[in-house]
């Protein structure tokens, strides 16, 4: 379809919304409040919502993934045990009008994802420099995602679009978020989660950078 390609034109990879530190509407204030989402790092809301506590041995190197610069590296949750990982976890994951951007960064796991509400573009960077974008949304006639699954290693963003129908006036009205469910397994560690530096960008798609940076940077 029409909003799916494997090559994007990049210039159709712009921000739609800015991040902002005003309040949020009432509404998502109220879904962030029943849903006890809390800010992610990684730009927008989350909150884990199940882990199957049995553990296997780590299938990953002791050390953590982190990244080129050590001031991005997340501690480890408490009683964090590098030789072992949780069989899944399963979060909640929201981007708001004011939250709109998931920044890239990567998991040693695969991450299961399913849509719940709204609309958003992923863009993808493969570690062998292609660019994937798609968009999540309920259209599914129209190519839009209720499933999306990224593999390990592959470098993910996501951003906030409105949704079909609320685009008669730019910025006439603010969009629903966009809430998923994500499951990794095995389940969610900081050890294997790295954030992608500019400078690892530029090395990846050298031509692509400078239309990607928005979705490198803090
Ligand atoms: N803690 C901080 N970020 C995350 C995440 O993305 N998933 C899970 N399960 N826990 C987290």
Same mark, same amino acid.
């Given at each position: 379809?029409e909003y =799916?390609?494997?090559?994007p034109?990049l %210039? &159709?990879?712009?921000?739609i919304?800015a991040?902002?530190?005003?309040?949020?509407s009432?509404?998502? =204030?109220?879904?962030?409040q029943?849903?006890?989402?809390l800010p992610h790092?990684e %730009?927008? @809301?989350?909150?884990? =919502?199940d882990?199957d506590?049995k553990?296997i041995?780590?299938p @990953?190197?002791?050390?953590?993934l982190?990244g080129?610069t050590?001031?991005q590296?997340?501690?480890p949750?408490p009683?964090?045990?590098?030789?072992?990982?949780r069989?899944?976890?399963t979060?909640?994951?929201l981007?708001?009008y004011?939250?709109?951007l998931?920044r890239?960064h990567?998991?040693r796991?695969?991450?299961i994802? =399913?849509? $719940?509400?709204g609309r958003?573009? @992923?863009v993808l960077? $493969?570690? #062998?420099?292609?660019?994937e974008?798609?968009i999540v949304?309920? &259209?599914?006639?129209?190519?839009?995602?209720?499933?999306w699954?990224?593999e390990?290693?592959?470098w993910?963003a996501?951003?906030l679009?409105d949704?079909?129908?609320?685009?008669?006036s +730019?910025?006439?009205q603010e969009?629903?978020g966009l809430?998923?469910?994500?499951t990794v397994?095995? %389940?969610?560690e900081?050890? #294997?989660?790295?954030f992608?530096?500019e400078r690892?960008l530029e090395e990846?798609?050298? +031509?692509? &950078?400078?239309?990607?940076g928005?979705?490198a940077?803090k």
């Amino acid at each position: 379809g029409e909003y =799916t390609f494997n090559e994007p034109a990049l %210039g &159709a990879l712009k921000p739609i919304f800015a991040p902002s530190s005003e309040p949020e509407s009432l509404q998502t =204030t109220a879904l962030i409040q029943t849903l006890a989402l809390l800010p992610h790092v990684e %730009g927008g @809301y989350f909150s884990q =919502t199940d882990e199957d506590p049995k553990t296997i041995p780590s299938p @990953y190197p002791l050390t953590p993934l982190s990244g080129e610069t050590a001031s991005q590296a997340v501690p480890p949750r408490p009683g964090f045990d590098a030789a072992v990982r949780r069989l899944s976890t399963t979060i909640f994951y929201l981007l708001t009008y004011r939250r709109p951007l998931g920044r890239f960064h990567r998991n040693r796991s695969r991450i299961i994802h =399913t849509l $719940h509400r709204g609309r958003g573009r @992923y863009v993808l960077l $493969h570690p #062998d420099g292609r660019v994937e974008s798609f968009i999540v949304g309920n &259209a599914v006639e129209r190519g839009e995602r209720l499933q999306w699954v990224v593999e390990g290693g592959v470098w993910k963003a996501s951003y906030l679009l409105d949704t079909e129908g609320n685009m008669a006036s +730019e910025g006439a009205q603010e969009p629903e978020g966009l809430l998923i469910s994500e499951t990794v397994v095995p %389940g969610f560690e900081f050890a #294997d989660h790295e954030f992608l530096s500019e400078r690892c960008l530029e090395e990846l798609v050298p +031509e692509k &950078a400078m239309a990607l940076g928005w979705l490198a940077r803090k």
